[in-house]
């Protein structure tokens, strides 16, 4: 079966600074990967997804991430981070019947 | 457009009462269904998945139950509710391709006392 480990449960950072958010997954199989959003009292919403070809991917909001199958890796990255983007950002791998989230990473962006 | 709806959005319930949360999907048909849990500061925890009416998967064992009397809808029930049942309850849809994103409603925030 497949899993999701995210490194970093909380990542401090300071406005128009960089963040990377860190994701590995291990699968057996061939992956689908995701990254989302949740905002406070709110559900989960889409940032990208990986499916096949390039291994880098663009999202929403100036997100995005890169595929590296040799180290099993999804990294979210952002190279300039603004007050709204603190949340709490899950990674997530699908290859059969369901998908699996990791525990999230709480990003908090200060002024 | 597709659209899902859960409800109630906050519920308060005390020890030993029932339980049921409800979950429709919209503007698209046969759905796989969801239902996570989402403990304070903790991620998400796949509860129940349904590939259609009247399958349902169970993940976790507890307390809770799940039914899906329709192709669109999506129920979560528990006889006798639990302290330990507290949380965030998500209801989700995707298409029937691994590669679907999920898309999610917006949350049930249970309390039980």
């Known amino acids: 079966a497949q899993s999701v480990t995210q490194l970093d449960s909380q990542v401090p950072v300071f406005e128009e600074a960089p963040v990377e958010l860190r994701c590995n997954y291990s699968s057996s199989v061939s992956v689908y990967l995701f990254w989302y959003v949740q905002y406070p009292n709110q559900g989960l919403q889409l940032l990208l997804k990986?499916?096949?070809?390039?291994?880098l991917v663009k999202g929403i909001n100036g997100f995005e991430a890169e595929f590296n199958k040799s180290q099993t890796s999804f990294h979210l990255r952002k190279p300039s981070v603004h007050i709204s983007d603190t949340a709490e950002y899950f990674c997530?791998?699908?290859?059969?019947?369901?998908?699996?989230f990791g525990a999230g990473t709480r990003l908090t962006v200060k002024p | 457009s597709q659209t899902i709806h859960q409800w109630p959005a906050t519920l308060v319930q005390p020890v030993g009462s029932p339980l049921s949360l409800e979950c429709t999907v919209e503007?698209?048909?046969?759905?796989?269904l969801y239902w996570y849990r989402q403990a304070a500061g903790r991620g998400l925890q796949l509860l129940f998945y349904s590939v259609g009416i009247g399958q349902i998967s169970s993940e976790v064992p507890q307390n809770l139950s799940a039914s899906r009397p329709q192709d669109r809808q999506f129920i979560l029930s528990s006889k006798k509710l639990l302290l330990s049942d507290s949380g965030f309850y998500l209801c989700?849809?995707?298409?029937?391709?691994?590669?679907?994103?999920?898309?999610f409603g917006n949350g049930t925030r249970l309390t039980v006392t």
């Open positions: 997530a791998v699908s290859d059969a019947g369901d998908m699996r």
């Open positions: 503007g698209t048909s046969n759905p796989n």
């Open positions: 990986y499916l096949s070809g390039s291994t």
């Open positions: 989700a849809w995707r298409g029937s391709s691994y590669n679907s994103p999920l898309h």
